[in-house]
T-cell receptor, first 117, second 117 residues
Framework: GAGVSQSPSNKVTEKGKDVELRCDPI?????LYWYRQSLGQGLEFLIY????????KSGLPSDRFSAERTGGSVSTLTIQRTQQEDSAVYLC???????????????FGSGTQLSVL | AQKVTQAQTEISVVEKEDVTLDCVYE???????LFWYKQPPSGELVFLIR??????QNEISGRYSWNFQKSTSSFNFTITASQVVDSAVYFC??????????????FGGGTRLMVKP
């Protein structure tokens, strides 16, 4: 497809279980971002990948959260031992270049709605 | 550290009314970028505009216009003659032009706009 693809679109899990969320960025985009949108709140930065560089993990809320990006393309966000406060929409975005002065905008996916019961 | 504030959490107008969405930002950087994104019910954020800190010219695009004022650290968004299709959550965001920050955005909390017929 032409856009950023995320799967699953909805995920319901029990507290304590691990979940994996997937993001397929636009082909050729070197930069990939994960954001979290909690109910009634803005978007919170989680992690940023740029090419083969070490990711910027400064936004990850705890060590239960991790992400990887294989082959510079698909990314997986993993949440271990999920808690109810992890319930949110997880949005992935990509851009052709990493630097804001070069890439005008981010292209967002439709997100994964995670519900932890 | 940067911060974006959208004081209006929800606005309701009747079709054809004009509406202004407020955005106030904080940053220590002299070079930065401001954005507006629209999030319709589908969930995917749609880019509307990017403005760099050295360009204070107001911009108009159809029914949309933006007023950037560095003196008050504001970047307000006006929709003229609103339509039902304008109903969405609108996010203001800020990005600093740093070597390692990519296009990482700091988002405001969003303003939910409801346009009634």
């Amino acid at each position: 497809g032409a856009g950023v693809s995320q799967s699953p679109s909805n995920k319901v899990t029990e507290k304590g279980k691990d979940v994996e969320l997937r993001c397929d960025p636009i082909s050729g985009h070197t930069a990939l971002y994960w954001y979290r949108q909690s109910l009634g709140q803005g978007l919170e930065f989680l992690i940023y990948f740029q090419g083969n560089s070490a990711p910027d993990k400064s936004g990850l809320p705890s060590d239960r959260f991790s992400a990887e990006r294989t082959g510079g393309s698909v990314s997986t966000l993993t949440i271990q031992r999920t808690q109810q406060e992890d319930s949110a929409v997880y949005l992935c975005a990509s851009s052709p270049e990493g630097r804001v002065s070069v890439s005008e905008k981010l292209f967002f996916g439709s997100g994964t709605q995670l519900s932890v019961l | 550290a940067q911060k974006v504030t959208q004081a209006q959490t929800e606005i309701s107008v009747v079709e054809k009314e004009d509406v202004t969405l407020d955005c106030v930002y904080e940053t220590r950087d002299t070079t930065y970028y401001l954005f507006w994104y629209k999030q319709p019910p589908s969930g995917e954020l749609v880019f509307l505009i990017r403005r760099n800190s050295f360009d204070e010219q107001n911009e108009i695009s159809g029914r949309y216009s933006w007023n950037f004022q560095k003196s008050t650290s504001s970047f307000n968004f006006t929709i003229t003659a609103s339509q039902v299709v304008d109903s969405a959550v609108y996010f203001c965001a800020l990005s600093e032009d740093l070597d390692n920050a990519g296009n990482m955005l700091t988002f405001g909390g969003g303003t939910r706009l409801m346009v009634k017929p």
